[in-house]
């Protein structure tokens, strides 16, 4: 196929010889390059996206975590879910867990235990209901500061409610509606 244009005039030379001279080959002026903003460039998109995707994922994360008493008595229930007996009386369990009028513990005791979580000495009490499920009651022995709340954690569900003798108690359960009998049974009627 023959080349379609005219051939190069005198002028055309001369333009073409005079432009190649102006500019440095390989190296055109600075005011040619497109300049994109630097947050309009993908990489930088990305990187950003990630960063807020990780920050808020982390953010969720810790805003739904228990305080660290609770954590320290899920983890404690985990090790002990499979031991059951008496290890000590029930009268004085029924002091902590604010039932001292009662005659009974609720439900079908499994394991009465004193416990240490995070150096506080714990009442451990895993009984069963039969309306709702296996539930590890914790009462502490000392004052300790727990706000009344509930909640996902360790793939098991907790709750913290007040005892009707005014004392925070834990309760952890693989179902939740064990934590509502459990807590209709063990809680302070609402003012």
């Known amino acids: 196929m023959p080349d379609q244009r005219p051939p190069d005039t005198a002028f055309d030379l001369r333009a073409r010889a005079e432009l190649a001279l102006a500019f440095d080959p390989g190296q055109p002026p600075q005011h040619l390059f497109r300049h994109t903003p630097l947050l309009a460039r993908r990489g930088l998109q990305r990187t950003l996206a990630a960063l807020l995707l990780t920050a808020t994922g982390a953010t969720a994360v810790l805003a739904m975590r228990p305080p660290a008493l609770v954590r320290g ?16 009386e029930a009268a004085p369990l029924l002091q902590h867990l604010g039932l001292g009028d009662r005659q009974a513990l609720p439900g079908y005791p499994q394991l009465l235990r004193p416990c240490d979580i995070d150096g506080h000495l714990t009442y451990h009490l895993t009984t069963f209901f039969e309306k709702g499920g296996m539930v590890t009651v914790f009462a502490f022995d000392d004052a300790v500061s727990l706000p009344d709340g509930s909640g996902w954690w360790g793939n098991v569900y907790w709750q913290v409610v007040t005892s009707q003798g005014g004392k925070p108690l834990v309760l952890v359960a693989q179902k939740k509606k064990a934590l509502a009998v459990a807590q209709g049974a063990l809680a302070a009627p609402p003012p």
């Open 73 to 88: 008595a899920i983890e404690h229930e985990y090790y002990e879910r499979t031991l059951r007996g008496a290890f000590m």
